[in-house]
């Protein structure tokens, strides 16, 4: 049972700072988190350029660099938009290069984009790339202060989705947030106590648990509208949605993996000037 | 182990009678049910409408119904359509559906139904477990209830509408999409999908949610599985593709079946 209290006192704290422009992120609620953003190919969340102000690395998998192209101009309809185009470009654009359009590769090449070529392997999905690849460049970082915010996973195919959800197993121990215009989605594994820091002013307050992976025999938490105590949670069964966040802390511990959702208030001010 | 048969005939814009295959009796009929959800409706609705027996609206899916369909039909009197596709009963919390839409269902006798006091289940949950009620059909093997409106947007709803198939296992539910359908294929049947070429597919997967699988059995896919263990963390078969029109899976666990939709789809 030694095992089991030492698993039980490793807390995990979350807070989504990054939809929050940087100015108001205040010593108190930063995390001092390291951001990486990767657009997936659908319809850009409005507030992409907070994400992209926020992320140190910007990774576009494949038709996901036509999405930036298209999509950041028009977030920003009274400014120029080749200007626009310039100051978007990101660092990596990697996949199987059969979605992005011929003018927006040579275009982000010829601004010094990295162009990697996967189309050699099909084993694994855009996502599962381009998260082992930021694994591979963030091996001398501290995985805890490392984040990953990825955009465009959910809608569309369902099996994509489900593909894209099942990132965050397999990468477990990596932080990755994968962001709509709708909520939030992370995982909250069981290695750890969590802890859920709501910023209020931005999400919330719908929100849900739920054990996608295999069912949990007891999740506890604190701070919802509906918490749960030694609950059981299972598909066929009880699993927690259109719970609502009640504090601005909440905590969640459970023996199985869960996905944690919370709605996100729009619009969300994203403080740029552009 | 008994099989059970699907097939996304209700897609197809004529109903097709089925050909007898050496191999299979053919699918029974079956009677249809639609539930309209709170989300925009994709284009074939109105082909899922027609094909249905009882169409119930949860909520604000009334609303989708009253400004969409019209939509759906750009040179026809928005009035017309409306008075063509009214939904049998409007069931839910009641908090999403407007006034006027409201009112103009009432005038039409439409059944409205307010569950606001019960906050257990879901809107989705409530049409189902009515839908099973009042179909008009008497064994439940024979009815398959469609869904609109559940996929999409906020991410505990769509989870939260994937549940209710879990928790009615013994009933065909079929989650639609302008993308995409799913079902559940339940672990205590082996299945036959015969796959509707015209409108569905190729892209397919075969996901297991809610619990892992440790045997799944696949013929008919371009990469089936042979007594493969699938799970969160692991392996899922997504990206997958038909190969051949009949599909067989059997599995030690429920497992989510999807494929993708044609676009367009002919009304």
Known sequence: MVSRLVQNTKVMKHAATFLLPSSAVSATNRLAQTYALVVLNQQIPKFTPLLWSHAKLRICADGGANRIFDGVPKLFPDQNQLNIQHRYVPNVIKGDMDSIRPEVHQFYAELGSEIIDNSENQDTNDLHKCISFIREQTSAFDHSNFCTLVTGALGGRFDHEAANLNALYVFSDMRIVLLSDDCQIRLLPKTHQHEIHIQSTIEGPHCGLFPIGGPSVSTTTTGLTWDLCNSEMKFGSMISTSNKVREEKVTVCSDADLLWTISLKTPIHMGLTC | ?267
């Open chain 2, 1 to 267: 182990m008994e099989v059970m048969w699907h097939a996304s005939s209700f897609l197809l814009p004529q109903p097709q009678p089925q050909e007898p295959r050496e191999d299979a009796p053919p699918p029974a009929a079956l009677t249809y049910a639609l539930i309209v959800l709170n989300q925009r409706l994709p284009r074939f609705a109105p082909l899922l409408w027609n094909r249905a027996q009882l169409r119930v609206c949860a909520d604000g899916g009334a609303n989708r119904v009253y400004d969409n369909m019209p939509k759906l039909f750009p040179d026809q009197d928005p009035q017309e359509v409306r008075l063509r596709y009214t939904p049998d009963v409007i069931k839910g919390d009641l908090d999403s559906i407007r006034d006027d839409v409201k009112e103009f269902y009432l005038n039409l006798g439409v059944r409205i139904v307010d569950e606001s006091h019960d906050q257990d289940t879901t809107d989705l949950h409530k049409c189902v477990a009515y839908v099973s009620g009042s179909a008009p059909v008497e064994d439940k093997s024979k009815l398959c209830i469609l869904v609109v409106g559940a996929l999409g947007g906020r991410f505990d709803h769509e989870i939260g509408n994937i549940n209710v198939l879990h928790r009615f296992s013994n009933l065909r539910i079929v989650l639609l999409s302008d993308d995409c359908l799913i079902h559940l294929l339940p672990k205590t049947h082996s299945h036959v999908i015969h796959v509707q070429l015209p409108v569905e597919g190729p892209h397919c997967g075969l996901i297991p949610i809610g619990a892992p699988s440790a045997r799944t059995s696949t013929t008919g896919l371009q990469w089936n599985l042979s007594d493969t263990a699938m799970s969160f963390g692991g392996l899922i078969s997504t990206s997958n593709v038909v190969k051949e029109d009949k599909i067989t899976v059997s599995s030690d666990a429920d497992l989510i079946w999807t494929i993708s939709i044609k676009k367009p789809i002919k009304e």
